[in-house]
């Protein structure tokens, strides 16, 4: 008995070629969605390389430009509130002991320019390829050569401690509401980023200041990461410094309850 798969009689011979025309219609399928994927990429790139291509807007690009909007608004806010005042003071109709008070108001508020003896303190970040320089401490992860948020707050509230009458961390007054936040390696503060080096500048009393400093713990601590790993440590007296008034806006945001 023969077998009907095997025979070259049987009818089985005739499906061979239609099974081949098959394949070969289904190979060229395959060509064509491929060169439609390549001629999208194509048409999508228009000619540039979409990993590398430098013109695409980064997110920090973005980061970094709405920080550079945000200081000229601060600036034209501040000017406009400059003319405000000035109209206002024109004929107010208020007393000189009403004047004073106002303006002994802003000026603890941190709206008003402050003129005084200052010192400035300077936290940076160690070299990258930064290594134990003292025996017993092991070797460095990346967190132990960056900045950190606690480091800037540990700074600025041993200033407030040690009799601070105004701070300046960048180019920026701090008020009561100001937030020291570090997202990174950056600081975000009042809208803008920076990177580091930080400065911070206190008006008052350089002595007590100084104490100040170095009474905190957590500057302690942060200065044993500056003797083993590097970590950026700086504190000059810098005489007579004026700093810039608050010139951003005092309205308190806040969450409401979804009614």
């Given at each position: 008995m023969s077998n009907s798969a095997d025979s070259p009689g049987t009818g089985s011979s005739p499906a061979r070629p239609r099974r081949f025309r098959a394949v070969r219609v289904l190979t060229a399928g395959v060509f064509a969605l491929a060169g439609l994927i390549f001629f999208t990429s194509f048409n999508t790139?228009?000619?540039?390389?979409?990993?590398?291509?430098?013109?695409?807007?980064?997110?920090?690009?973005?980061?970094h430009e709405r920080s550079r909007n945000n200081g000229v608004l601060d600036e034209s806010n501040s000017s406009l509130r400059e003319d405000v005042e000035s109209l206002a003071e024109r004929d107010d109709g208020s007393t000189k002991a009403e004047d004073d008070k106002l303006e002994a108001l802003e000026k603890n508020a941190g709206t008003q320019k402050l003129t005084g003896e200052a010192i400035t303190v300077t936290l940076d970040d160690a070299p990258p390829d930064a290594t134990a320089k003292l025996p017993g401490y092991p070797e460095p992860q990346p967190d132990y050569l960056v900045i950190h948020q606690q480091d800037l707050q540990a700074v600025v509230n041993a200033l407030w401690q040690g009799g601070a009458q105004g701070i300046k961390v960048m180019d920026q007054r701090l008020i009561s509401t100001s937030a020291v936040r570090c997202v990174g390696n950056t600081l975000i503060l009042q809208g803008r980023v920076y990177s580091p080096p930080y400065k911070i500048t206190a008006v008052g009393d350089p002595e007590k200041l100084q104490k100040a400093l170095t009474a905190s713990e957590a500057i302690q601590n942060y200065m044993v990461y500056v003797n083993v790993y590097g970590l950026g440590w700086k504190v000059e007296e810098d005489g007579a410094v004026t700093l810039p008034g608050y010139s951003g806006t005092v309205d308190l945001q806040y969450a409401k309850p979804v009614e």
């Open positions: 790139a228009k000619g540039t390389n979409i990993r590398t291509d430098t013109s695409l807007l980064k997110l920090s690009d973005l980061i």
